[in-house]
């Protein structure tokens, strides 16, 4: 695309991003956000959060400190690697890519289900102090995401792919 | 749809894509139910903090959960053919068609340019943003977008007001739509345009979706006059073909719950004799001189 006429049409059928869009790649990004503050929290109380690995029903931390950390380690390494690939995938919903946005609104469904089940069956107490700020971010991505301006902009930044790549 | 003309594995692709979609959204309406009767919960335990929550809970529920409730429903039950009446984005029945125009998009623009209307901003965040501060300072905004109506299951094409008042809450406007080709108004007119012109009176809140909106004077055919007479004033030369009774049935509500009386004539526009960019000269099947009215009046 290096003629300034063959970039319009181009242009044209790339739709605008609506803002349900964009509201929720930003939710998806105060999600992702929330998993850094765990990640600091814990690595900013180290000691206090090794003394709870618990293993066959004993304490780990006071027989082997090395093997508590390197548990602990371990999962919290494992999260961070999960918040990398959800925030590759916000970016792809941010682009229009409509299989990272149905992946996104299943993440977002199983954790609502989830919840909800451990609401009515286990009565769990959803509060501002347990999980109700997870569960809000969670509903609003996936009203966010499920819109109709939403799946209408992944839809067409597909074609105007497709498009652009057959006409390469 | 045009995707039943692609192949049968990709028709079924999309099919499944459709129903997860389908999921979905109606997964997320139901949660959203959920989530106001966390938040009203919650906010019990608290004491000042009632009033913010208060807040939340009104815009959670009249921009999230009421909007997505009505599209689930208004989907199942409200029909997608033309019935005289625009939608809204959240498929309630929004203001009514009043108004049909014949001419090109050049031919439509310099009339209403000429009548002294001012073309709508699209809705974008730096015109909601700005049509809000303008409204609560009362500051003249001429070109305030107004809100998507669909019809043809498409946004309006254009818009075009006048303010009153140098105040953005009361405004004249109109929405117009391309009718799509070979497209007939019931009874077998056929027209370039359809428009619905209303009267916005005051900001309030929406009966259906308590959202702030626009509230539209129910006498929607004195705004549908004022149209045709400023467009006549401006240009002498434009025929007007009033078809009496069109829509005698249609006294309702709109989408804000606003009442709608009117007398159900419906005037077409005929804007082809006019000069304009590309065309030379109007086809001479043009009914009646220029600048009449001609009325078409049912069997009776």
Same mark, same amino acid.
């Given at each position: 695309m290096t003629a300034p006429g063959s970039a319009r049409p181009a242009d044209r059928a790339r739709p605008r991003r609506p803002g349900s869009v964009v509201g929720g790649v930003l939710l998806m990004l105060a999600r992702t956000l929330s998993g850094g503050f765990v990640i600091a929290t814990v690595i900013g109380r180290w000691d206090e959060f090794t003394a709870t690995i618990v293993i066959n029903g004993d304490r780990l931390a006071p027989v082997d400190p090395d093997a508590a950390a390197a548990v602990l380690g371990w999962l919290l390494g494992g999260y961070g690697l999960v918040l990398v690939l959800y925030l590759g995938l916000t970016a792809l919903v941010f682009t229009g890519h409509n299989w990272a946005r149905v992946l996104a609104e299943s993440f977002a469904a199983v954790s609502i289900l989830l919840s909800f089940a451990d609401y009515a069956l286990n009565g769990a107490r959803i509060t501002l102090r347990t999980s109700l700020v997870s569960v809000t971010l969670d509903i609003l991505i996936l009203l966010a995401l499920s819109s109709t301006a939403a799946r209408h902009y992944a839809r067409a930044a597909r074609a105007a792919r497709s498009a652009a790549r057959l006409s390469r | 749809m045009s995707d039943t003309a692609q192949a049968p594995s990709a028709r079924r692709r999309v099919s499944v894509g459709a129903a997860l979609d389908g999921f979905f959204f109606v997964l997320a309406g139901l949660s959203s139910v959920w989530l106001a009767v966390l938040l009203a919960s919650e906010s019990l335990g608290l004491g000042w903090g009632l009033l913010w929550f208060a807040v939340l809970f009104w815009a959670l529920l009249a921009y999230l959960v009421l909007p997505r409730l009505h599209r689930i429903l208004t989907r199942l039950y409200? *029909?997608?053919? #033309?019935?005289g009446r625009t939608r809204t984005s959240d498929g309630l029945l929004g203001d009514p068609v009043n108004l049909a125009v014949n001419g090109t998009p050049e031919q439509v623009h310099a009339a209403l340019a000429a009548a002294g209307w001012t073309r709508a901003d699209d809705v974008t965040i730096a015109s909601s943003l700005r049509i809000i501060t303008s409204t609560v300072r009362r500051r +003249?905004?001429?070109q305030a977008p107004v809100s998507p109506l669909l019809l043809f299951d498409r946004i309006q094409d254009f818009a075009y007001q006048q303010e009153v008042?140098?105040? *953005?809450?009361?405004r004249h406007h109109v929405r117009f739509w391309r009718c799509p080709e070979g497209w007939m108004l019931p009874g077998g007119h056929r027209v370039d345009w359809v428009a619905a012109a209303t009267f916005d009176r005051a900001v309030g809140l929406s009966l #259906?979706?308590?959202?702030i909106t626009h509230k539209i004077d129910e006498h929607t055919d004195v705004e549908r006059d004022h149209v045709v007479a400023s467009i006549r004033q401006a240009q002498p030369q434009a025929r007007v073909v009033l078809i009496r009774d069109f829509a005698t049935g249609y006294h309702s509500r709109n989408g804000g719950g606003d009442t709608i009386q009117t007398d159900g004539d419906l005037p077409v526009i005929d804007l082809r004799a006019l000069p304009a960019s590309g065309r030379a000269a109007a086809p001479? +099947?043009? *009914?009646?001189?220029?600048?009449s009215v001609v009325e078409l009046t049912g069997l009776s």
């Open positions: - | 409200v *029909p997608n053919y #033309f019935i +003249s905004y001429r008042a140098d105040n *953005p809450a009361r #259906f979706t308590l959202q001479a +099947s043009l *009914p009646g001189a220029a600048g």
